[in-house]
């Protein structure tokens, strides 16, 4: 009897060890496959901002452009910071988004105005979220809602709040909406492929399944797109990105 509790003791710890490495293994996986997303991310971000700053030299705005410079050094240096972890403070990476509106702001001659929000408990709190994850929502929400907007009120909302052991992102804009901005894009670079929605969505969809390694389905709630209207005409779109809470 004795022989045979020792047996099954030895064979129930090995399997558990198993189990750990297995589980572990997978965990690695998901981690690498974060960082490579990353890392991908990274540049399709700076080469946007170069772009920008190399429109306003050719359109020889120079103290428009050496404004932005600086700007974007700050916003580089905070991103490189934050490229060196896989998680980052809530309240840090707020800032660095706020950063970044400001200087798509610029770039716009200031023809749109911005709402950035969170809740105290956000803002105070030791939250982690993956790095600049939501600003390719923004900047599809500024250079395809709102600039292709005729007419002076253009605004661009975004609001964080903690929902059900989610950090929930809704980004919401008055632009012209999804459809249209699709008709002007076919028209104007039918041939330009946007990396950064994609790049984001595969990261929400691995960083929502971390603690979870058998399962990383995406889920419809992680990531939301609405289509606004009033009166039966576009009117924006609201962008919702659900973020699990992770201890």
Known sequence: ??????????????????????????????????????????PHFIFNCLSAIDNLIQNNEKDKATLYLTRFAKLIRDVLDSSRNEVVLFGKDLETLEIFIELEKLRSNDKFRFELQA???????????????????????????LRNKEGEDKCLKVDACIENNYITYTITDNGVGRKRAWELKQINRPD???????????????????????????????LIITDLFEENQPAGTMVKVKLKINS
């Open 192 to 222: 330009h492929v946007s990396y950064g929605i994609k790049i984001s969505n595969d990261r929400i969809r691995i960083f929502n399944r971390h603690d979870e390694c058998k399962n990383i389905q995406q889920t419809n709630e992680d």
């Open 119 to 145: 809740t105290p408990e956000l803002l105070e709190g030791d939250y982690k979220i993956p790095p600049m994850l939501i600003q390719p929502f923004i900047e599809n929400a500024i250079h395809h809602g």
């Open 1 to 42: 009897a004795i022989s045979a509790v020792a047996l099954t003791s030895f064979l129930v710890r090995r399997r558990i060890g198993v189990i750990r490495k297995e589980a572990g293994l997978k965990q690695k996986v998901l981690e690498t496959e974060m960082a490579a997303l990353r890392a991908q991310m990274n």
